[in-house]
């Protein structure tokens, strides 16, 4: 993500959150924003290049902190029953995820 912020913006909502190492950080960024009252814009005529995959090389530890990060946002943005019930259905799609791999050696 590229964000662009205001210092006023960072001043009220604080910097990035810690306990997001990787992943939605600048979603929850963006929605503590929104919910302070700021506006978040999207300009889709401005590009910026990510050399994908560069940040971790290792897919089932990136999925990992994929997932990590999902929960805690879910659980600090929706709640603690919405984060229990996206766990349950992380470990549902694992295993489909295993199943299917199983199946197709």
Known sequence: ACLLIRRAVLTQIGGLDEKLFMYFEDNDWCLRARKAG??????????????GGQSQS???????????????????????????TLRLALVAYNLLVKFKMFFQQ
Do not use: C, D
């Open 38 to 51: 700021w506006k978040v814009m999207y300009w889709p005529k401005i590009t910026i290049v990510h050399l």
């Open 58 to 84: 290792n897919l089932a530890r990136q999925n990992e902190i994929y997932q990590r990060s999902l929960v805690y946002f879910f659980q600090k943005h929706k709640g603690r029953v919405s984060a229990a």
